[in-house]
T-cell receptor
Framework: EDQVTQSPEALRLQEGESSSLNCSYTVSGLRGLFWYRQDPGKGPEFLFTLYSAGEEKEKERLKATLTKKESFLHITAPKPEDSATYLCAVQAPGGYNKLIFGAGTRLAVHP | DTEVTQTPKHLVMGMTNKKSLKCEQHMGHRAMYWYKQKAKKPPELMFVYSYEKLSINESVPSRFSPECPNSSLLNLHLHALQPEDSALYLC???????????FGSGTQLSVL
């Protein structure tokens, strides 16, 4: 069964304290892995797409990496405005646009 | 314009009411989606329209009825909902060949 598992469920960091979020997946034939950021009461905001093992993408303080079994979202020197829920999703096999989301990591960055 | 616009932002309805949620995008995307999200849970796919045709229905109860009048608009008609249907309803769009989904801000629905 296709599955996406994120850890930790919640993470509290001090401002400037770097850390990583994990997304492990089991899917037959990965077509794409996506990271989204979601603020409370808002829709998810696209961050990155990764397609193949070894791929890396960066945006400001965020860097996403991909292996054959998992993806990491590294947050370097986070600021309070980075506080949000970070969602990982994989594209399901088949011809249609179906994403399988993980449960997310709720990140809180304190000054 | 890279926005997906959803109206209304908030909706309170009784179990006997009929209401509609609306979604609009002007990015030329040919795939549009409805997701349901409960508090502290990930979004769950409900429906996918591709080129204005319903391509995925994730076994959603018939009290939810989607409609895609044209390539820019997506509606979700609601009738005889239950309190457990209270959630954030998200609309999204993408290119037909999926790269990434653009989500709207959602409609927070409360069913009394």
């Amino acid at each position: 069964e296709d599955q996406v598992t994120q850890s930790p469920e919640a993470l509290r960091l001090q401002e400037g304290e770097s850390s990583s979020l994990n997304c492990s997946y089991t899917v037959s034939g990965l077509r794409g892995l996506f990271w989204y950021r979601q603020d409370p009461g808002k829709g998810p905001e696209f961050l990155f797409t990764l397609y193949s093992a070894g791929e890396e993408k960066e945006k400001e303080r965020l860097k996403a990496t991909l292996t054959k079994k998992e993806s990491f979202l590294h947050i370097t020197a986070p600021k309070p405005e980075d506080s949000a829920t970070y969602l990982c999703a994989v594209q399901a096999p088949g011809g249609y646009n179906k994403l399988i989301f993980g449960a997310g990591t709720r990140l809180a960055v304190h000054p | 314009d890279t926005e997906v616009t959803q109206t209304p932002k908030h909706l309170v309805m009784g179990m006997t009411n009929k209401k509609s949620l609306k979604c609009e995008q002007h990015m030329g995307h040919r795939a549009m989606y409805w997701y349901k999200q409960k508090a502290k849970k990930p979004p769950e796919l409900m429906f996918v329209y591709s080129y204005e045709k319903l391509s995925i229905n994730e076994s959603v109860p018939s009290r939810f009825s989607p409609e895609c009048p044209n390539s820019s608009l997506l509606n979700l008609h609601l009738h005889a909902l239950q309190p457990e249907d209270s959630a954030l309803y998200l609309c999204a769009s993408s290119q037909a060949q999926p790269e990434k989904l653009f989500f709207g801000s959602g409609t927070q629905l409360s069913v009394l």
